[in-house]
Each structure stands twice: as C-alpha cells, then as structure tokens.
C-alpha cells in the first residue's frame, strides 16, 4: 500500500478522527452507545455504507452533472442504507428495534456527505474506499470506547454478560444511572476530545481572535474586576 493510501485509511484514526477532530456524527454516538452491542451494530453498518457509497460516488463522479451530484449521492447513500437495515430486520430483528431509526438516520449523517461530497468526488475509487473505511473506523473506535464505558458502568456488563456483581443480586456494584443517558455519552467525548488534544497538541484551534485582541480583554476584565471593587 502507498503512502497516499495508507494515509487515507488511517489518518482518520486518530489525527483526524471524525468525531473527536472534525466534531460530527455526535448525534448516533450519544443515542446508541449505551450498551456495547448497539454500539458495534452502527458502527458497522456505517462504515459498510460509508466504504461503498465512497466507491460508487468515485466510480460515478464524471459521469454526474454537478447540478445535481448531491442527488446523486443521498440516492446511492440511502439505496446502501435501505439495504443494511433490510439485512437487519431479517437477520437481526431485536437490534434492529433498539437501533430504532438511527440506521435510517446514517442518510442524513455528516460524516457519510462529507467524505462522498468532499474526498471521493475528487479521488480514484481505491482511494475513495480507503478513505470511507478509514472514516468509518474512526467512528466506530470512538463509539466501541464510549459503548464500553456506558454499559460497564451504566449497568456492570459487557456484550450483556456480568462483570460487575451488582448489589441488587448481593454484590458491591451499585449501577450509575446517569451513564445510561445521552448527557453521559455528550461528557465521555468530551474528555476522550481533551485527552487528544492534550497528547497531540495539533489539534487544539487556534483562537479566532489575534494575540493582541486577547490582550486587550484580559486587561479590560481585570479593570472592570477593580472598578467593582473600588464601588
């Protein structure tokens, strides 16, 4: 694999993860991290659609007039989606139910329009299919991690199965409610996006405003802060 290949497949890990770096796809990763399953099934079902939407947009891509590339690309995208949840109300029917209409929502998911809009209507279809596996990867680390964390301690198991005597049955786990809730899928990626950014220190922003303006706030805080004290 060459340098550009390999670049596409696996920048999207962890120097340019889609949810910790760019900021999308939050909406899935809050409601269907709450168990490790649910978390795994959309994993996969995303970076299936994401990996062959990618394909076929890059196949396609001289061949669909620009006034109308975006319709061509949600109409492959939910073709793959339609496909992948058909698949999951056959052979996975009780998933299916508890992923609800978030399958359906991987449609409308920034992730999916952005890599097939900006990456593979400009590149080749191996490249394309890199890329969209890639991006599908750094999606579904970030929500296996925080799957795990909600359903160890949100509920003591993993996959379903015990790993935490719970106290209800005798044990010493006592079950933290909060973690079974979106808010705590919203706060463990925000500590997974501070941790980053404090190991890779690249990733931080820079401030919009110049050092000078930053300056002048500061100063102009600390006399109002004085002002209040001296009344």
Same mark, same amino acid.
Request: glycine share 8%; aromatic share 6%; with cysteine.
């Given at each position: 694999?060459?340098?550009?290949?390999?670049?596409?497949?696996?920048?999207?890990?962890?120097?340019?993860?889609p949810?910790?770096?760019?900021?999308?796809?939050?909406?899935?990763?809050?409601?269907?991290?709450?168990?490790?399953a649910?978390?795994?099934?959309?994993?996969?079902?995303?970076?299936?659609v994401?990996?062959?939407?990618?394909?076929?947009i890059?196949?396609l891509?001289?061949?669909?007039p620009?006034?109308?590339?975006?319709?061509?690309?949600i109409t492959?995208?939910?073709?793959?989606?339609?496909?992948?949840?058909?698949?999951?109300?056959?052979?996975?029917?009780?998933m299916? +139910? @508890?992923?609800?209409?978030?399958? %359906?929502?991987?449609?409308?998911?920034?992730? $999916? !329009?952005?890599? #097939? &809009?900006?990456?593979?209507?400009?590149?080749?279809?191996?490249?394309?299919?890199?890329?969209?596996?890639?991006?599908?990867l750094?999606?579904?680390?970030?929500?296996?991690?925080?799957g795990?964390?909600?359903e160890?301690?949100?509920?003591?198991?993993?996959?379903g199965?015990?790993?935490?005597?719970l106290?209800?049955?005798?044990?010493?786990?006592?079950?933290?409610a909060?973690?079974?809730?979106p808010?705590?899928?919203?706060?463990?990626?925000?500590?997974?996006?501070?941790?980053?950014?404090?190991? +890779? @220190?690249?990733?931080?922003?820079? %401030?919009?405003?110049p050092?000078?303006?930053? $300056? !002048?706030s500061? #100063? &102009?805080?600390?006399?109002?802060?004085?002002?209040?004290?001296?009344?």
């Open positions: 694999m060459d340098r550009s290949n390999r670049h596409a497949l696996l920048d999207p890990l962890i120097d340019n993860n949810i910790t770096l760019q900021i999308l796809g939050l909406c899935s990763a809050l409601a269907v991290t709450t168990t490790l649910t978390a795994l099934t959309m994993s996969l079902a995303l970076t299936t994401l990996t062959f939407s990618s394909g076929i890059s196949a891509r001289r061949h669909i620009r006034s109308v590339r975006l319709i061509v690309q492959v995208i939910s073709s793959l989606v339609v496909m992948v949840d058909e698949i999951l109300q056959a052979y996975a029917v009780e299916s +139910k @508890r992923l609800s209409v978030f399958v %359906s929502l991987i449609v409308t998911n920034c992730i $999916v !329009l952005g890599r #097939t &809009e900006g990456f593979a209507m400009q590149h080749d279809v191996k490249r394309s299919m890199l890329d969209g596996l890639g991006n599908g750094g999606y579904s680390l970030v929500l296996i991690l925080v795990i964390v909600r160890l301690l949100g509920s003591g198991t993993l996959l199965v015990s790993v935490f005597p106290a209800a049955d005798g044990g010493w786990f006592q079950p933290l909060l973690m079974l809730m808010p705590s899928a919203f706060l463990l990626i925000g500590l997974l996006i501070w941790a980053l950014r404090t190991w +890779k @220190r690249a990733q931080i922003e820079p %401030s919009e405003l050092e000078s303006a930053l $300056v !002048l500061e #100063t &102009e805080a600390v006399g109002d802060g004085l002002a209040r004290s001296v009344r």
